[in-house]
């Protein structure tokens, strides 16, 4: 019933012998090698900063650099060509996409049943990297499942189970064959709203406070302070030590908070002329801060927070009058889809704001990498971003309004920037024995084996 929509192609053992490269000169064991190059611009939709070599090769092993030079500079490396991008549907019953996994091979969302005028259930779906299509359970007493989030390796998918009539809930943990276990089963009030990447600890809110439960489904309230009187977390880092969520004072007022394991819960600041705001989403590495402020209406900014560089908002937002929602982001929050009807003036069109760039519409996005809309459909809703940056879901609607959802992926080429680096290290043996390209994306952040 489903289908395979692709993933993220791997460089084997041997690369350099099996693509011309000859033997690596012999370096002292330990030795770390870096070196950065320009890169070619190998598709014309793609921006590219005006090239500067800015290359460090290191002088007592000259033929290492060059060597490397051809796998980082060649484009098209030999005997292997860059992949195009595509966009596919996924099986009808995604009437929504929630969630893909880090590369983009697992897609996790709902079907929407109306099954009458006064109620709507939702059953979750699960599409796996082999293609396999399976329904969240959810237990005899409940009719809904609906998933909230996934963790990047795509095998474990969180959210709540529902009695659509009663509206009883209960928060859950899915494998992706669809099993489900309930989490606090006996609390009617604890709501899973995230997962950290490595599917370790979901996140939300037990009470009225914001919480944590591990594998185990135990629970641990996240310490606060003494102003906090609710709080709630929507997401976590890669391994659930770092989570972003809101909290609320006596009087109401919602202000963005981010809690580090050890050292607890600080508030972070919102924009200047607001005075609310909440934390949506934290990159892998827990750094940097996504989230939105408003003071009503269709008022409002998304913006970025980091310990370094502090608060300052998304590029390109008007403020006041505009619609604005985040959506969805990339591990390192480099590349983060929306909507912004300034950018968009569709309503509910996708805007992308990629790698601090003024915002696009996604329409124009796709369209600079060579992806169009499904025949007879248009780009409406962009949900999930993968963690790579390079896989994008999202649903549009087909003739008398049904709904599709598919699936695009971005060319290799396309993932090529202005500047390639080059990492290796030499092992005992006196040879490159792991390697790095950075801004190329199959290989990006992989270590390969020559």
């Not at 005899?140 to 809930?169: H, K, N």
């Not at 919102?270 to 705001?277: F, I, K, M, R, S």
Request: glycine letters at 12%.
């Amino acid at each position: 019933m489903g289908q395979s929509i692709g993933g993220q192609s791997q460089l084997g053992d041997n690369f350099g012998a099996s693509h011309g490269i000859g033997p690596l000169r012999r370096l002292e064991s330990g030795l770390p090698l870096s070196m950065c190059r320009p890169s070619p611009r190998l598709h014309q939709g793609v921006d590219s900063d005006p090239p500067s070599d800015v290359a460090r090769p290191a002088p007592r092993h000259p033929m290492f650099p060059m060597r490397i030079r051809m796998l980082a500079l060649a484009g098209v490396l030999p005997g292997l060509s860059l992949a195009q991008g595509s966009i596919q549907a996924l099986p009808p019953e995604f009437d929504a996409v929630v969630a893909l996994s880090y590369d983009g091979s697992s897609v996790t969302g709902y079907t929407v049943d109306e099954f009458s005028s006064s109620y709507v259930r939702f059953f979750g779906v699960h599409l796996d990297a082999a293609g396999n299509l399976n329904q969240l359970e959810y237990p005899p007493a409940y009719d809904t499942a609906v998933p909230e989030d996934m963790s990047d390796d795509g095998l474990t998918v969180v959210g709540y189970v529902q009695q659509t009539v009663t509206g009883e809930r209960r928060a859950a943990r899915w494998t992706s064959s669809g099993a489900v276990t309930l989490i606090e089963p006996n609390n009617s009030l604890a709501f899973i709203n995230g997962i950290s990447g490595d599917g370790a600890f979901a996140v939300g809110r037990s009470g009225t406070k914001a919480a944590r439960w591990g594998t185990s489904a135990a629970l641990e309230l996240l310490d606060d302070f003494p102003a906090v009187v609710t709080s709630q977390a929507y997401a976590a880092n890669s391994d659930g030590s770092i989570i972003v969520g809101q909290w609320r004072n006596a009087i109401g007022l919602s202000r963005p908070f981010r809690w580090v394991e050890g050292t607890g819960m600080s508030s972070l600041p919102v924009p200047t002329g607001y005075t609310a705001g909440t934390a949506l989403a934290v990159s892998r590495d827990g750094e940097t801060v996504i989230g939105t402020s408003s003071n009503g209406g269709n008022n409002g900014v998304i913006w970025h927070w980091t310990a370094t560089g502090g608060l300052t908002t998304l590029p390109g937002q008007a403020g006041t009058g505009t619609e604005l929602r985040f959506q969805d982001l990339d591990a390192s929050a480099s590349r983060i889809i929306g909507r912004d009807l300034t950018v968009s003036p569709t309503p509910s069109s996708p805007t992308v704001w990629d790698h601090g760039r003024p915002p696009q519409s996604f329409a124009d996005f796709m369209a600079a990498r060579a992806l169009t809309p499904l025949p007879g459909t248009q780009f409406y809703e962009s949900t999930a971003i993968s963690g790579d940056g390079h896989v994008f879901a999202g649903t549009t609607t087909g003739p008398l309004l049904t709904p599709i959802s598919w699936v695009a992926t971005e060319g290799w080429n396309e993932g090529i920037q202005s500047t390639t680096c080059v990492h290796g290290v030499a092992n005992q043996s006196g040879y490159v024995s792991r390697l790095r390209v950075d801004g190329v994306r199959f290989a990006a952040a992989n270590d390969v084996t020559l």
